[in-house]
């Protein structure tokens, strides 16, 4: 079984971003993503609940079709780990964590987000065309996932749906 490992980290406080978000609000944006992922990853079409207990969330995520392809559904594990962590793992045995981290200053707004994702291909080879091809993908793919769950959130705290 072949994965692919890699993580992409962002500022969450950029010179420039307004409003400033807090820890809280970010874990804020990371639990209403576990219930809402449509609204903070533009791949998934919809997300089903099926249970949501003490923290841990199992769900059924539809992605949208790919270039005619079939969509996708996942289900998924999503763990808590107040008040840094969020854990993912999908039904084919990927992961994805979604950390907070303080930055070297020690100001409360100095905050980093790093998605770290372990995506499995039991069908790839390492070093081949088709694995590089979808490790090319895979990081496309984790920056945008980073970027917009951040602004997805800002927005959210801008309007008042995150305190």
């Not at 990853?41 to 769900?59: F, H, L, M």
């Not at 392809?69 to 084919?92: G, I, K, Q, Y």
Request: hydrophobic letters at 35%; charged letters at 20%; glycine letters at 8%.
């Amino acid at each position: 079984m072949t994965t692919i490992r890699l993580a992409h980290t962002i500022p969450v406080n950029p010179p420039g971003a307004t409003p400033a978000l807090t820890e809280a609000q970010v874990f804020a944006g990371f639990q209403r993503k576990i219930r809402r992922p449509q609204d903070f990853v533009p791949a998934i079409a919809e997300c089903n609940v099926q249970s949501d207990e003490g923290g841990v969330v199992k769900r059924e995520v539809t992605f949208k079709q790919n270039g005619g392809s079939h969509p996708h559904v996942a289900t998924e594990v999503c763990t808590e780990l107040p008040p840094h962590r969020v854990d993912f793992e999908l039904d084919n045995g990927s992961t994805v964590l979604n950390i907070i981290s303080a930055g070297s200053s020690g100001e409360p707004t100095d905050l980093y987000v790093t998605y770290v994702f372990a995506w499995k291909h039991p069908d790839l080879e390492v070093g081949s065309a088709a694995y590089n091809e979808a490790a090319a993908g895979h990081k496309k793919v984790a920056k945008m996932a980073v970027e917009s769950s951040i602004a997805t959130t800002r927005r959210l705290v801008s309007e008042g749906q995150i305190q």
